[in-house]
């Protein structure tokens, strides 16, 4: 059974940092390219970052570029988002996604004015 559990979302002030995490279980990870989306409230969800297999290749939506850095550690069969210089509108829930199937459960990241 794959399992996606994010972590690390929460409160922070508008410049502020978090890191999210996702740990994977019930897939060979390094198989898998990962991405992260979100969602804000009344809004589709939507596409934040992606990762390819070997980490080699990254991909943003144009609205976090250069404040969000995606990563992972294939050893731990986990993905990252290093979330610096956040805005509210950055508030939003975070979704890791393995692939084109598999969806994690989600982790709130709130960003106060």
């Known amino acids: 059974q794959v399992q996606l559990v994010?972590?690390?979302?929460?409160?922070?002030?508008?410049?502020?940092?978090l890191r999210l995490s996702c740990a994977a279980s019930g897939l060979t990870f390094s198989n898998y390219g990962m991405g992260w989306f979100r969602q804000a409230p009344g809004k589709e969800r939507e596409f934040v970052a992606a990762i390819s297999w070997s980490?080699?290749?990254?991909?943003?939506?144009?609205?976090v570029k250069g404040r969000?850095?995606?990563s992972r550690d294939n050893a731990k069969n986990t993905v990252y988002l290093q979330m610096n210089s956040l805005?509210?509108?950055?508030t939003a829930v975070y979704y890791c996604k393995a692939g084109i199937?598999?969806?994690?459960?989600?982790t709130q990241v709130t960003v106060s004015p």
Do not use: H
Request: hydrophobic fraction near 25%; aromatic fraction near 14%.
């Open 101 to 106: 199937i598999f969806w994690g459960q989600r």
């Open 68 to 70: 969000f850095t995606i």
């Open 6 to 17: 994010e972590s690390g979302g929460g409160l922070v002030q508008a410049g502020g940092s």
């Open 55 to 63: 980490g080699d290749n990254t991909y943003y939506a144009d609205s």
């Open 87 to 90: 805005k509210p509108e950055d």
